[in-house]
């Protein structure tokens, strides 16, 4: 009845006006609610029952506050496929989802077929507004994908093996044959970065500006857009790598190798921070979790790894190859290979991938790259013929925040984002395995030296044990009682020899101390030979 007391007290201690809710809004109540009102009525103190009541329904207030934000915040929910009976998720195709949304999202599965610039890859803006689309025959597309038009495309005539916005769609960076180059939405060369070579993989850190590459020759660069600096140029020593992804948890770049090898890397150190075998052979594709706990690798054995990065165990092995991975906001593994995309999913309560849906596109394609649209259920599948979108259902975060960002920002909003990220820019020293330590104390290391009865209890104690120690039973003549005692006496001098070193260790030092004490700062200063001329300190 207490119980049951303080949950009327906790939700009818709200005004009248708030009371008339919806059932869809208690359900939201409830969720806000922290746990099962306390019982007070088994407190005899007044004092203290008066004061939790008076949380209890300060509880209740904070939790009504935000159901109403939720509701006039939040106003988008996410969900999945679901089906009836004994029908499967992986069986539907895009063409029934497509024949069941509305009109805007429909317009969102499309293919583009460039046969002779492919094969594609691709990379989304941090709204997910802005694609650019890199043909390895050197084509290159900037689209706004919110209006479906085509800002720009160009021909660099050359290779271009990787593509990446830099800290917005204004600015871009293309790994071409030799070098990286950086454009602008309009397609003209700003920069020709010669330090990073021949680059197989870009990426770019938005928190610290820095934009790093990996090139054939296996050497690891940060390079700091706002200046120019080349913050760290590291050789991994691992051998080529054709793959590299950013953890967003702590901003931390890994690297995978021919070897089967993960090195995981910061600018500010020249040795990596972390090394995983995760596969007996090369390893093709790698991503992470948006919370940055949990990594997929896929090697060339087949097979399909979930890391858990906070023991480095493996916590789960799928069977299948995969030339790509991509983790949507929602969690959502992508993994391509061939001319076939499956989708894997955690959606029961057990954190075990399974299938979700699967996608076919025309046989003798080639997938390159997969890559999930924020915000949107939206997957982009670059292959050998151009690239291809499809709607993944709960793929994507249902509700943006406008101060992270903002799909439909205006030029103002865009250009006072850029000054204010660069006032947030963060250094290279803040990035780390675990950022949590950040604005942290040092621990104080300084040894404690023990009392002088803590070292007598400690000597006593030794000598006991050693003197408590059974002697074996040797052969005839070599077990006499002279020699058990002298045996004895030897085994409690070496229990006490420790103890007596660090004595007469600590006695020097105190007379070291004292003499210089005694001795003036003038003969200090002087050569040993010439101490014994200067003046002696009256005491």
């Not at 901003?251 to 090898?261: F, M, Q």
Request: charged residues 30%.
């Amino acid at each position: 009845m207490g119980v049951k007391a303080a949950k009327a007290e906790r939700i009818t201690s709200m005004p009248a006006a708030e009371k008339a809710v919806s059932e869809e809004d208690e359900m939201n109540l409830k969720k806000y609610l922290r746990g099962e009102a306390a019982d007070l009525e088994v407190l005899k103190d007044k004092k203290l029952k008066g004061q939790l009541a008076a949380r209890e329904s300060l509880f209740g207030k904070s939790a009504q506050a935000a159901a109403k934000a939720e509701k006039w915040l939040m106003p988008s929910e996410g969900g999945y496929l679901e089906v009836e009976g004994i029908e499967k998720t992986w069986r539907i195709k895009q063409e029934a989802i497509a024949a069941e949304v509305d009109i805007l999202s429909s317009r969102k599965q499309f293919d583009i077929v460039l046969p002779d610039l492919g094969p594609y890859t691709m990379d989304f803006s941090l709204s997910g507004r802005y694609m650019v689309a890199a043909g390895r025959k050197g084509h290159l597309a900037l689209l706004d994908m919110k209006n479906m038009d085509l800002i720009k495309e160009f021909q660099v005539r050359e290779t271009v093996r990787d593509v990446v916005f830099l800290h917005n769609q204004k600015l871009l960076a293309a790994a071409q044959k030799k070098y990286v180059y950086m454009y602008n939405e309009s397609g003209t060369e700003m920069h020709c970065l010669k330090e990073h070579g021949a680059v197989t993989k870009l990426q770019f850190l938005n928190k610290h500006f820095l934009l790093t590459s990996i090139n054939k020759l296996g050497q690891l660069h940060f390079q700091d857009i706002t200046t120019g600096t080349m913050i760290g140029n590291y050789r991994t020593g691992l051998g080529r790598s054709d793959t590299m992804r950013v953890n967003p948890f702590n901003n931390v770049v890994a690297v995978g190798h021919s070897g089967g090898t993960v090195s995981m890397w910061k600018p500010t150190s020249a040795a990596p921070l972390v090394k995983m075998l995760c596969h007996q052979g090369p390893l093709t594709a790698m991503a992470f979790h948006p919370n940055g706990h949990l990594m997929a690798t896929a090697g060339m054995e087949r097979k399909i790894k979930i890391w858990d990065l906070r023991k480095y165990e493996v916590v789960q092995t799928l069977p299948g190859h995969a030339k790509a991975l991509d983790f949507s906001h929602k969690g959502l593994l992508a993994a391509g290979t061939g001319s076939f995309v499956q989708i894997l999913g955690a959606l029961n309560r057990s954190s075990d991938y399974s299938r979700y849906m699967g996608h076919s596109i025309v046989k003798g394609y080639q997938i390159r790259n997969v890559s999930f649209r924020p915000y949107e259920d939206v997957l982009a599948i670059g292959h050998s013929m151009g690239w291809s979108s499809i709607l993944i259902p709960g793929s994507g975060e249902a509700n943006f925040d406008t101060w992270v960002a903002n799909p439909f920002e205006t030029r103002k909003q865009r250009n006072e984002k850029e000054v204010r990220s660069l006032l947030d820019k963060l250094p290279p020293e803040t990035i780390m395995l675990d950022p949590t330590k950040i604005g942290s104390v040092r621990p104080n290391r300084k040894k404690v030296k023990p009392t002088k009865q803590e070292k007598d209890a400690e000597l006593e104690s030794a000598v006991e044990g050693a003197k408590s120690r059974p002697m074996k039973k040797k052969t005839k003549g070599r077990s006499k009682p002279s020699k058990v005692a002298r045996k004895k006496q030897e085994i409690v001098a070496m229990a006490k020899k420790p103890f007596l070193d660090e004595q007469s260790r600590d006695i020097e030092m105190s007379k070291k101390k004292r003499k210089r004490n005694e001795v003036g700062e003038d003969q200090l200063l002087l050569p040993k030979s010439l101490q014994r001329f200067s003046k002696k300190v009256p005491s």
